[in-house]
């Protein structure tokens, strides 16, 4: 059994002060940072969101996940990554993982945790919840996600029109994760199915460069940021 314990830390959506104070005494109690990361060039908005809570002298290593559908050249990097937080956990008495929003949704720390679990049954393991974009996005937007017997959908897009078709039978707002993958794609689906009413796209919520707009539509032909969302709602009549 390795020594240390774990924390998957959820770190909020881009803003310091969203790091919940549980999430806050995790990180100052860890010696040892673990940064994913999904190319080695790109900057950790993660590491940046916590910096005022990291305590002296601690170790940041970061780890690879590449963005590719290679299933097997992921599990390769899963493994290797398990492997180095083991070794971690052997010399260090805390080792934080941090995942941007929450570590259960849509985060490598879940495949991460299934590996090590796998090598080491007996790890020490603490998650933390973190605010997801979406809450955040909403919370900036001022307007609620769903009430009373509405229902909500959160999906990573790309997405076929049949599969939003049948969605949208039962749903009155989607939240569109990772849109800067298919954009276009996305706004097309919205227009096709008369489901494009209350449509607000937000980027790096929470952030310094923080950027939303009631009008996604007339952002067509542009870069849409990575740490980008869309909140649509169906129009009430």
């Known amino acids: 059994m390795v020594p240390g314990v774990l924390y998957g830390v959820g770190v909020g959506p881009g803003e310091s002060s969203l790091i919940t104070e549980k999430g806050k005494r995790a990180l100052s109690a860890s010696t040892a940072i673990c940064v994913p990361k999904s190319k080695a060039e790109r900057e950790s908005v ?4 916590v910096k005022p809570y990291l305590s002296a002298g601690v170790s ?3 780890l690879l996940f590449p963005m590719t559908r290679n299933e097997d050249e ?3 990097h899963w493994a290797e990554a398990a492997l180095k937080v083991a070794e971690l ?3 260090h008495q805390a080792v934080s993982f941090l995942t941007i929003g929450d570590p259960f949704l849509y985060s490598t720390f879940g495949y991460l945790l299934q590996d090590l679990r796998r090598i080491y049954p007996e790890v020490r393991v603490e ?5 997801s974009s979406f809450n955040a996005a909403a919370a900036l937007l001022q307007i609620p996600l769903v009430e ?5 959908a959160v999906v990573p897009v790309p997405l076929s029109l049949a599969e939003f078709s049948g969605l949208a039978q039962y749903v009155d707002t989607f939240v569109f994760l990772k849109v800067s993958a298919a954009f276009e794609q996305t706004l097309d689906l919205l227009e096709k199915s008369g489901f494009a009413g209350d449509a607000y796209l937000v980027s790096r919520c929470g952030g310094n460069d923080e950027y939303w707009t009631n009008d996604p539509f007339s952002l067509r032909g542009q870069t849409i940021d990575y740490l980008s969302l869309l909140i649509v709602k169906r129009r009430k009549s």
Not at 46 to 49: D, F, K, M
């Open 148 to 152: 009373k017997n509405e229902r909500l």
């Open 60 to 62: 940041v290593v970061e």
């Open 127 to 131: 998650v933390i919840p973190g605010v």
């Open 89 to 91: 956990l052997a010399e």
């Open 74 to 76: 992921l599990a390769a």
């Open 46 to 49: 993660a590491l940046t969101v």
